[in-house]
């Protein structure tokens, strides 16, 4: 068998009758499937499969405002995701969920308040002018 390496690629050609017979009933085995790369020696890498890529790939992720991957931290409750609802502002799904239980519109009003930690935005609920905090202090 010919093995070709290419960007993001390992290409397996099989140019002989042998060789299809070997190659052609595994890759029918293994279509589909993800697949981890193992360095097992200076000579040798392993392709182990995981298997169906939509089982493979079904992962858990921590879903927390304060993930290191941007796209995990805004779909948390605590991202700041400002939207308006029946004529009220929101800063964050969390915000409209803990206000939802009150009549008094003033505590739906939606602010932002900065960490002293670091730079990262929390919001806030305001009444008059007392903050109230919806989110706990980033680390």
Request: charge should be positive.
């Amino acid at each position: 068998m010919i093995v070709r390496l290419k960007p993001n690629l390992l290409l397996i050609t099989a140019p002989s009758q042998e060789h299809q017979e070997t190659l052609i009933p595994w890759a029918k085995d293994v279509d589909g499937h993800a697949f981890i790369l193992q360095v097992q020696d200076t000579q040798t890498i392993r392709l182990i499969s995981r298997g169906p890529e939509s089982d493979a790939c079904r992962e858990p992720i921590n879903v927390t405002s304060r993930s290191p991957i941007r796209e995990i931290q805004l779909i948390s409750n605590f991202a700041h995701t400002p939207f308006e609802l029946d004529g009220v502002l929101y800063g964050s799904v969390e915000a409209f969920w803990q206000t939802r239980p009150r009549q008094d519109l003033r505590f739906r009003s939606s602010c932002m308040c900065r960490s002293r930690k670091r730079s990262v935005d929390r919001e806030c609920l305001v009444s008059g002018t007392r903050q109230i905090r919806s989110s706990t202090p980033a680390a």
